[in-house]
């Protein structure tokens, strides 16, 4: 539920101290939005000197309405968190065992197997090892800009019973159908609809006041435009794909649910541990817990993203901390921010910040760089006090010094870090994208 362009980079060593939001994590946050990378952005911290926030930005920037604690985001795939918590919660209830076949809750003519051709089980659909794609492939096609919005319960019926595995899986398929399946499964497990069963077991027992799937009249004013770059676009709607992505969330209210998994007096403490602890190893040696990703270190993590927004949430239980991002476009990764924030000294950030250069300065940099193994082409060229970037296959971008032979995009979070040889001759470039770095060679015939 995801849409990139050019996201994440990581680059100086900046030692910050993990009671407080940084001011250089501050710092950055404003320049982004000041920058329109992102429309708003919202972090909060629980740690052992308590809670800390820092919103900054617009919720609507046509209307400059200032996104606060209170400001709704789409959260997207951190919806699984909670469908996997309701698992677990219906579980410990004994509403039902997790290795129950998934057919005994579908109509007679449906019998879904994994590629392995065993019958695929519930706590398949919670940890991604069902086999099932990502998507089913009859969704509606007429309204990308809203993908699920009329995905129903009969839809997917269709879609499974002409479901066949086709190659032998030996471990983790991210799959938003099977935990939109899941959850309707859930809800009819309780004669209700997944959106009423996760309010009376999940959102109302942990106090959630402003977590909705469908989210009430008296609160719609706090709902953030969505944004793809300074586009607004559609927000996401759900009816069978619900338990994959459906839920809005404040970030008082993400921080909230995050740190209950630290409390063992939380009503769902027991469904916590059971959700938050290894349920499943892939073939990489990932581990994964119902929804939830763990890292070596044993931390819960996730990030969501719909057509306008991008989320994320981080639980150490080891340390006590609890980290969360939201934001309102699709197109303003802040992966770097999440991992700097997680472990600093590891995952340093560089500022977006603009360092003079004139025309003269520029034209060093300009020319054609080429990437051999993907087939690529980056042309550098000047324009006034910034260059213009254009990759194959992409709209040209600007691009704006940083120092230090360092460029950063306004539009997306990427970076641009030139090569020199011994004799300070411009030889080639580093495109950071995501954690990844691609390597350009400048071409010699210009």
């Given at each position: ?11 100086l060593?900046?030692k910050t101290?993990?009671a407080?939001?940084p001011?250089?994590v501050?710092t ?7 920058n329109?990378?992102n ?11 308590g809670q800390?926030?820092f919103?900054?930005g ?5 209307h ?16 699984k ?13 004994g509403?039902?065992?997790p ?6 809750f ?19 659909l ?6 099932l ?20 319960w009969?839809?997917m ?13 030996k ?13 309707e ?8 609809t997944y959106?009423s069963t996760?309010?009376k077991?999940?959102?109302i027992?942990?106090?959630l006041e402003h977590?909705y799937?469908?989210?009430p009249?008296?609160s719609?004013?706090n ?5 793809q770059g ?6 996401w709607?759900f ?8 839920l809005k969330?404040?970030?008082?209210d ?6 209950a998994?630290l409390?063992?007096?939380s009503?769902?403490a027991?469904?916590?541990e059971l ?11 990932d ?10 270190k044993?931390r ?9 927004f ?9 340390t ?7 934001t309102n476009?699709?197109t ?5 921010l999440f991992l700097h ?30 990437n051999?193994a993907?087939?690529m ?8 006090n910034h260059?213009?970037?254009k990759l ?5 971008y ?7 032979n ?6 997306v ?16 470039l580093?495109?950071?994208?995501n ?6 060679i ?5």
């Amino acid at each position: 539920m995801k849409y990139w362009l050019l996201p994440a980079l990581f680059l100086l060593f900046i030692k910050t101290s993990p009671a407080q939001i940084p001011e250089t994590v501050k710092t950055e946050v404003q320049l982004r939005v000041d920058n329109t990378t992102n429309p708003s952005i919202a972090i909060g911290i629980s740690d052992s000197l308590g809670q800390h926030f820092f919103v900054y930005g617009y919720k609507d920037t046509e209307h400059h309405l200032k996104a606060d604690k209170n400001t709704l985001y789409e959260i997207g795939s951190i919806t699984k968190t909670f469908t996997g918590l309701l698992l677990a919660s219906m579980s410990i209830e004994g509403l039902l065992d997790p290795k129950e076949a998934v057919s005994e809750f579908l109509p007679d003519n449906i019998e879904l197997k994994d590629p392995e051709g065993k019958p695929v089980n519930l706590k398949q659909l919670a940890t991604h090892s069902s086999g099932l794609p990502r998507l089913s492939d009859n969704l509606d096609p007429s309204t990308p800009e809203d993908p699920y919005k009329n995905y129903s319960w009969e839809n997917m019926l269709q879609y499974l019973k002409t479901y066949s595995p086709s190659i032998k899986s030996k471990g983790f398929s991210y799959s938003n159908l099977g935990f939109g399946l899941l959850g309707e499964i859930l809800g009819s497990i309780t004669g209700g609809t997944y959106t009423s069963t996760l309010r009376k077991k999940v959102i109302i027992p942990l106090q959630l006041e402003h977590t909705y799937i469908q989210v009430p009249e008296q609160s719609a004013k706090n709902l953030a435009s969505p944004y793809q770059g300074t586009t607004k676009v559609s927000p996401w709607h759900f009816k069978a794909y619900a338990g994959a992505g459906a839920l809005k969330s404040t970030i008082e209210d993400l921080l909230k649910y995050g740190c209950a998994y630290l409390d063992k007096s939380s009503p769902l403490a027991d469904a916590m541990e059971l959700a938050g602890t290894i349920q499943f190893t892939d073939q990489r040696k990932d581990n994964h817990g119902y929804a939830w990703f763990l890292d070596q270190k044993g931390r819960l993590y996730h990030e969501g993203g719909t057509g306008g927004f991008r989320s994320y949430i981080c639980i150490d239980k080891n340390t006590g901390r609890v980290i969360t991002i939201l934001t309102n476009t699709a197109t303003g990764d802040l992966n770097d921010l999440f991992l700097h924030l997680i472990d600093p000294e590891i995952n340093p950030i560089l500022l977006s910040k603009e360092t003079p250069v004139t025309a003269e300065e520029l034209k060093e940099y300009t020319g054609t760089y080429i990437n051999d193994a993907y087939g690529m082409q980056l042309l550098l060229s000047p324009e006034e006090n910034h260059l213009i970037s254009k990759l194959t296959g992409q709209p040209p971008y600007p691009i704006y010094y940083r120092g230090e032979n360092s460029f950063f995009y306004k539009v997306v979070n990427a970076s641009i870090i030139i090569d020199r040889d011994e004799f300070d001759n411009v030889v080639g470039l580093i495109l950071k994208q995501n954690g990844q770095e691609l390597l350009f060679i400048k071409s010699d015939t210009e």
